[in-house]
């Protein structure tokens, strides 16, 4: 079984979302410990990261050692998650 690793920056943003996209979100996440991926998932090109698409927003992983990392979610159309990965 997986373990779940999620960043402080990820803890904060769950916490601002209302309650329809924080479990939508939060199920996605849970549903990647379950597969280790998602069907919907596509590799970053450069990067060790995937992302999967949920409504409107995206969220960044890394499946390593048995463990699930969510490094970021984000708006889905802002590049602004991409450049807080760098």
């Not at 960043?7 to 199920?27: C, E, G, H, M, W």
């Not at 849970?30 to 409107?56: C, H, I, P, Q, W």
Request: proline share 0%; charged share 30%; aromatic share 10%.
């Amino acid at each position: 079984m997986l373990t779940l690793h999620i960043t402080r920056q990820v803890k904060t943003f769950l916490r601002s979302l209302d309650a329809k996209q924080y479990a939508q979100i939060t199920r996605k996440i849970f549903s990647l410990l379950d597969m280790g991926t998602a069907n919907d998932s596509k590799k970053l090109k450069g990067y060790d990261y995937s992302r999967v698409d949920v409504g409107e927003y995206r969220i960044l992983y890394k499946v390593e050692n048995d463990c699930v990392y969510v490094q970021l979610v984000g708006k889905r159309n802002d590049s602004e998650i991409y450049k807080a990965l760098r």
